[in-house]
């Protein structure tokens, strides 16, 4: 089953538009946006299964320099969009 998961990043000051374009990069994200507020960025992410969100965590995610922090929430259920326009 695919697990899709959104990612909020803390980013070193000045490094935003940077990491967001190394980020974009990455296959398994889907989108990633710069952002107002207590994060820097936001990316949306798809993944085969969970055990496989760890490992991209870990071995993508964490490896772009300028990532201080992430927060991850794995989606639950989606009300709006384009995998909801679908049924």
Same mark, same amino acid.
């Given at each position: 089953m695919t697990v899709e998961a959104y990612? #909020?990043?803390k980013v070193a000051s000045g490094r935003e538009r940077e990491a967001c374009q *190394? /980020?974009?990069k990455i296959k398994e994200v889907?989108? &990633?946006s710069i952002v107002y507020g207590e994060y820097d960025l936001i990316a949306?992410? +798809?993944?085969? $299964? #969970?055990?496989a969100l760890e490992d991209f965590l &870990? $071995?993508? /995610?964490?490896k772009v320099p300028s990532i201080i922090l992430t927060? +991850?929430?794995? /989606?639950? *259920?989606e009300c709006k969009g384009k995998q909801k326009n679908k049924e």
């Open positions: 990612i #909020l990043f *190394q /980020i974009a889907t989108t &990633a949306r992410v +798809t993944v085969p $299964e #969970l055990p &870990a $071995e993508k /995610i964490r927060s +991850t929430m794995v /989606i639950a *259920q």
